[in-house]
């Protein structure tokens, strides 16, 4: 899997959109990238993940650069219950290893 | 679909026993199967990854002897902390990986082991 590299933490207005970036230089042509996060005490929930184009379901949408050397999550209108944990991880078809991942912090 | 559980969701145990951690998926037949510990304020480090009917392959650091993985069905894994001790407390999640090929992973909700 690629090396990735987010900001340790960010804040984010409730109701304002949180723009989540990830740095990942080294990934290869056959991995993709992958959006996990984490709430306290729970198992890893999957938000998204893409190859080359961006990527949009009903959590998020995913932005790759066309380099494929970062790429940035976008909750659209962050509440509070998406305070969390956010892992970036570029895989594939090996293990999947997690960063340190970015915790968001979503403020009424 | 693609519901990976986990049980117990959180167990107590003495020093010196030993724990024993299911891993199930639900709706899906589950080829590999990955074990996960996480320490507090930490990320997940991979343990273990098992496939059906072989031998677990052990992440370097990890003792083989001290956390026994078993992946006898396709829907099942099993973790045991063997002779606990209080530094294996942890939160012990797995992930299920549906067929060879797959690039999906599905984690289950984690188990909270305390040794004391």
């Known amino acids: 899997d690629a090396k990735t590299t987010q900001p340790p933490s960010m804040d984010c207005a409730e109701g304002r959109a949180a723009n989540l970036p990830c740095n990942h230089s080294?990934?290869?042509?056959?991995?993709?990238v992958y959006w996990y996060r984490q709430i306290h005490s729970q198992g890893p929930q999957y938000i998204i993940h893409?190859?080359?184009n961006n990527e949009t379901n009903e959590m998020a949408s995913l932005i790759i650069t066309e380099d494929r050397k970062s790429s940035t999550l976008i909750l659209p209108h962050a509440t509070l219950r998406d305070t969390a944990v956010y892992y970036c991880?570029?895989?594939?078809?090996?293990?999947?290893?997690f960063g340190a991942g970015t915790r968001l912090t979503v403020k009424p | 679909g693609a519901v990976v559980s986990q049980h117990p969701s959180w167990v107590i145990c003495k020093s010196g026993t030993s724990v024993k951690i299911e891993c199930r998926s639900l709706?899906?037949?589950?080829?590999?199967m990955f074990w996960y510990r996480q320490f507090p304020k930490q990320s997940l480090m991979l343990m273990a990854t098992s496939n059906e009917g072989s031998k677990a392959t052990y992440e370097q650091g990890v003792e083989k002897d001290k956390f026994l993985i078993n992946h006898a069905s396709l829907t099942l894994s099993t973790l045991t902390v063997t002779s606990a001790h209080p530094e294996d407390s942890s939160f012990y999640i797995c992930?299920?990986?549906?067929?060879?090929?797959?690039?999906?992973?599905?984690f289950g909700p984690g188990t909270r082991l305390t040794v004391t």
């Open positions: 992930s299920a990986r549906a067929a060879e090929g797959s690039y999906e992973q599905y």
């Open positions: 709706d899906f037949q589950a080829t590999t």
């Open positions: 991880i570029g895989h594939n078809n090996n293990d999947m290893r």
């Open positions: 893409g190859l080359k």
């Open positions: 080294t990934i290869s042509g056959n991995e993709y």
